[in-house]
């Protein structure tokens, strides 16, 4: 109810009777974003995969300004307005989620093994940081088609591979790839969460400069108008009130 942002889920009404919770919201037709990707053989072009990221970066900006972590960030939790090559993308599912205070850090084992952060499977306390962790695994994932550590048949060397080992950038579709979306994802994917690429600097980053672009330059030419700074954050594609 809170996060009214046009790519966060809209919550309706939550009801009940004797048997069951009853929870309303919006549909979205094109079902979640992995079957859309899977329809797709997981390859979307850098543009697409560039403007699909920026808005489920201002989604999670919008939610990190309420002091909102998700802590379960993956395709499966987010949907798809429609079909189609155009759809809209909704974040949902913040069964996981948490209010986390400026200096708080957590420690709850929290997330979906293959998206989680490096320090919640060190038993690390951890903050909001967690999130563009997840975040650099998606877009890894949408840019070739596979997750950068997996393994089919042994979680522990999931584990072994997220703390310990960079991510690959093999393969013939990596040469196709730009060197803004490699500099993107290695810095989301740094094991190091002081060091890690925060969501401003994501924002503002020159891959979504080269595909985005309107934002970053609308921002940094009133850099003095904190409310609006906030507006073209928040939004995707034009500075409105959310």
Same mark, same amino acid.
């Given at each position: 109810?809170?996060?009214? +942002?046009?790519?966060?889920?809209?919550?309706y009404?939550?009801?009940?009777?004797?048997?069951?919770?009853?929870?309303?919201?919006?549909?979205?037709?094109?079902?979640?974003?992995?079957?859309?990707?899977?329809?797709?053989?997981?390859? !979307?072009?850098?543009s697409?995969?560039?403007?699909?990221? +920026?808005?489920?970066?201002?989604?999670?900006?919008?939610?990190?300004?309420?002091?909102?972590? +998700?802590?379960?960030l993956?395709?499966?939790?987010?949907?798809?307005?429609?079909?189609?090559?155009?759809?809209?993308?909704?974040?949902?599912?913040?069964?996981?989620?948490? $209010?986390?205070?400026?200096q708080?850090?957590?420690?709850?084992?929290?997330?979906?093994?293959?998206?989680? &952060?490096?320090? $919640? !499977?060190?038993?690390?306390?951890?903050?909001?940081?967690?999130d563009?962790?997840?975040?650099?695994?998606?877009?890894?994932?949408?840019?070739?088609?596979? !997750?950068?550590?997996? +393994?089919?048949?042994?979680?522990?060397?999931? &584990?072994?591979?997220?703390?310990?080992?960079?991510?690959?950038?093999?393969? =013939? $579709?990596?040469?196709?790839?730009? &060197?803004?979306a490699?500099?993107?994802?290695?810095?989301?994917?740094?094991?190091?969460?002081?060091?890690?690429?925060?969501?401003?600097? &994501?924002?503002?980053h020159?891959?979504?400069?080269?595909?985005?672009?309107?934002?970053?330059?609308e921002?940094?030419?009133s850099?003095?108008?904190?409310?609006?700074?906030?507006?073209?954050? =928040?939004?995707?594609?034009?500075?409105?009130?959310?």
């Amino acid at each position: 109810r809170v996060c009214n +942002h046009p790519n966060i889920i809209k919550l309706y009404d939550v009801f009940e009777n004797a048997d069951y919770y009853y929870i309303v919201m919006e549909y979205c037709e094109g079902g979640d974003f992995f079957t859309y990707l899977e329809k797709r053989k997981f390859r !979307l072009s850098e543009s697409r995969a560039a403007k699909i990221m +920026h808005k489920m970066f201002t989604a999670v900006y919008f939610i990190h300004s309420y002091g909102i972590a +998700h802590r379960d960030l993956k395709p499966e939790n987010v949907l798809m307005t429609s079909d189609g090559n155009d759809a809209d993308i909704k974040i949902l599912d913040f069964g996981l989620s948490k $209010i986390i205070c400026p200096q708080e850090k957590c420690n709850e084992p929290y997330g979906t093994l293959s998206y989680v &952060a490096p320090e $919640i !499977l060190l038993d690390e306390p951890y903050g909001k940081e967690v999130d563009l962790w997840s975040l650099g695994i998606i877009t890894y994932l949408i840019l070739c088609g596979t !997750l950068p550590f997996d +393994h089919k048949y042994s979680e522990e060397e999931i &584990a072994k591979k997220t703390v310990n080992e960079n991510p690959p950038y093999r393969g =013939s $579709i990596w040469t196709k790839i730009s &060197a803004e979306a490699k500099d993107f994802v290695g810095k989301l994917l740094e094991k190091d969460p002081q060091k890690r690429m925060t969501i401003k600097e &994501a924002l503002e980053h020159e891959w979504f400069q080269k595909y985005v672009g309107k934002i970053v330059y609308e921002r940094q030419r009133s850099k003095d108008v904190p409310a609006l700074n906030f507006e073209l954050y =928040s939004t995707t594609g034009e500075i409105t009130h959310v």
